[in-house]
């Protein structure tokens, strides 16, 4: 969607889309996501979720494992996701 | 640059220019700010100041004063911002 100085900047869209029990991202770089419409769930690692609505944000640190537990299945969830360059 | 679901997502390139002492940005909206090259200072309205390196990030809630108290003279600063949606 747009690449600059190293930072890649996303748009996702989900409707009930979530990442299997078990199955994790584990990513070389930081990540910060935006929630901008709908509603999700992060999960990590350690057992620990986050539910996420509409302004809600997260930054997830490099090889944070995470996975995307839950989208709401009604209505198009949408996500702004920055990669930011590696330091 | 890019609009999404109510956030916007500018790139800033800057070399040497910094806001007044006394001079903040107050607004309505959270912003994250990532640098991807350069180096500057923000400056907060409590006299804190953070220094920012590539791949540094911030995020500044709504109605936190802040300044760029500095920008590197000798070289480019691009900034990436995200300006969130209102709540």
Redesign the interface.
Known sequence: ??A????R?V?IASRGQADPPGQWYDQAE?E?V?L??GAARLGFVDGTERDLA??D?A?IPAHCRHRVAWTDPARET?W?A?H????
Do not use: E, N, Q, S
């Open positions: 969607m747009l600059a100085g190293g930072a900047v748009r930081a910060f935006l901008l419409a509409p302004g944000w930054v949408l702004l920055v930011m360059p590696p330091a």
